[in-house]
């Protein structure tokens, strides 16, 4: 139930079984059972010193370091819980002697217990949950030996027990008053599933389930059933009335709970369905619904959030329409999904071409447009190219002109709207922007930076050699700035006698 001082819990739990039987035996003479009783509280404490390892007269002392110098909350904190809780008991106790006086009660009464009980195991949950634990398991097990001290009229207790406790007797009970027991048990059975976490630590939302079915929910369900019921259940004593307060009850209880749980991504439809089956429940159950209905809302609130409720699978969207993309539809690129129709070029003209294409094109003018496949896309930052255009706007830049990765080129892309690449340090022939011609410089001109002679054949990006900012033909570079050797030949492949003199060859 608790890992919050185990054996302190364990031992307690194994007197209190011990003690059960033995009431049992001796119940043909009560005054024994105090003997008993007495007997079996000894040896728990000399089991529980022996198990920690302390000296039984220094008991005391170790329980005030548990209940008021705790190692994993402040002492202030804890200090104003337990105040707290005093203050919760003292009101019930008081609330017992005055019912008791007036000599009657009624459901109404009875709800008293479950809101003081609810508000010791909330502020509990929220604040320290190990110590609630420890103190719920130590409550109903001293809970179950006051019913004994009452049911076996154990001498001078039970007398006293039946005067103030008889009048809240419930038309459920029998001889043992099993209310109270069921009220406490009930509450405590989701801690007994799922330990508490450590202060400072949201609980879950599963460990409020007695709280909000039986506290909240079955409370204000005995009030507005007794006050303003009017239309009743077939076949039954419970009101609709009653079901629909305690229905809202439950649904704004867990709204409540929910941020400061650590449940706090539970939906509004998972609210809506607990609360409609531990009302049904409430409604048809005749007994015991003080056990059933937190077993059941821990269950229900234990569920995956993900199947309750059925929300539709999280799809990828897509990076051009922002819409989400199916499988059936579905085109990957650069760790992004498309849909087929955006698996297009987005690129865009702007410049000296975009009057152009739009002659051409009209309002679709500014984009390629072109329908792409996982061979011709390529991706950048998000967006898609085909790879003449990604050449274009992303490609290297430099002596030359080419649309592909292989040939470098002059263009800086600024006519299709490329603004981001630096350009490497060049220096530009006075010559036509694309197309050269193969030049010599034999003797430079003040006036003229080439002079046009010998080979005078036109280039591009393919067939120019350029040698210090000069433009030549692969044929005649080679000549003028080759290997030499012996034979004669045109390609670096071949070596060659001629020293290139006549063709201003010098070095």
């Known amino acids: 139930m608790t890992s919050y001082h185990p054996h302190l819990v364990e031992v307690a739990w194994a007197s209190t079984v011990i003690f059960v039987v033995v009431a049992g035996l001796l119940s043909k003479q009560p005054v024994l059972i ?61 609330f017992v002697l005055l019912v008791a006086h007036s000599g009657r009660s009624s459901s109404i009464h009875r709800k008293f217990f479950h809101l003081t009980l609810s508000l010791v195991f909330l502020s509990g949950l929220l604040i320290d949950g190990p110590l609630l ?24 207790w039970g007398e006293t027990l039946n005067k103030y406790l008889q ?36 609980s879950p939302i599963q460990l409020f389930a007695g709280v909000i079915s039986v506290g909240v929910g079955d409370s204000v369900a005995a009030l507005v059933g007794s006050t303003m019921g009017r239309h009743r259940w077939p076949r039954r004593k419970k009101t609709i009335e009653g079901s629909i307060g305690m229905f809202l009850s439950m649904i704004f209880a867990l ?15 998972s609210i809506t369905i607990v609360s409609i089956v531990l009302t049904a429940l409430e409604a048809f159950l005749a007994n015991v619904d003080n056990i059933v209905l937190p077993l059941v809302g821990y269950a229900l609130l234990s569920c995956p ?10 799809h990828p969207k897509c990076p051009k329409c922002g819409k989400s993309v199916y499988a059936a539809e579905e085109m990957s690129a650069g760790g992004y999904k498309w849909h087929k129709f955006c698996f297009k070029c987005i690129f865009k003209f702007s410049g000296v071409l975009s009057p152009f294409f739009s002659s051409l094109y009209g309002n679709l003018s500014a984009m390629c447009n072109k329908m792409l496949d996982s061979f011709s896309c390529a991706e950048h930052a998000a967006e898609l190219f085909c790879r003449q255009c990604h050449v274009r706007r992303w490609g290297p830049k430099g002596v030359g002109f080419g649309i592909g990765g292989g040939a470098l080129t002059m263009d800086s892309g600024e006519r299709f709207g490329n603004t981001e690449v630096d350009m490497t340090s060049v220096v530009y022939m006075h010559a036509p922007p694309i197309l050269t011609q193969c030049v010599s410089v034999l003797s430079p001109s003040p006036t ?56 201003g060859g010098s070095k």
């Open 133 to 156: 634990a420890l103190s719920a398991a130590l409550l109903l097990s001293i809970f179950i030996i006051l019913e004994l001290f009452r049911y076996h009229s154990v001498p001078p």
């Open 448 to 503: 003229s930076t080439v002079t046009l002679n010998m080979c005078n054949k036109m280039l591009d990006s393919v067939t120019c050699a350029p040698h210090e900012a000069e433009l030549y033909c692969k044929q005649c570079h080679g000549r003028k700035f080759g290997p030499k050797g012996v034979g004669f030949g045109l390609g670096a492949g071949a070596l060659t006698m001629d020293d290139g003199a006549r063709f």
């Open 305 to 314: 959030i993900s199947s309750m409720p059925f929300k539709p699978v999280e």
């Open 34 to 94: 105090n003997g008993a009783f007495v007997t079996v509280v000894g040896g728990a404490f000399i089991v529980y010193s022996s198990l920690i390892d302390i000296n039984p007269f220094h008991l005391l002392n170790h329980f005030y370091e548990v209940l008021l110098e705790p190692r994993y909350i402040d002492h202030s904190l804890r200090s104003s819980l337990l105040l707290f809780w005093v203050v919760d008991l003292a009101a019930s106790i008081l």
């Open 167 to 202: 009048v809240f007797r419930d038309h459920q009970d029998g001889a043992l008053l099993l209310t109270p027991l069921y009220l406490l048990a009930g509450v405590c059975l989701p801690i007994v599933f799922h330990s508490p976490p450590p202060p400072g630590t949201p």
């Open 255 to 269: 709204l409540f709970l929910r941020p400061y749980s650590a449940s706090s991504s539970l939906s509004l439809f």
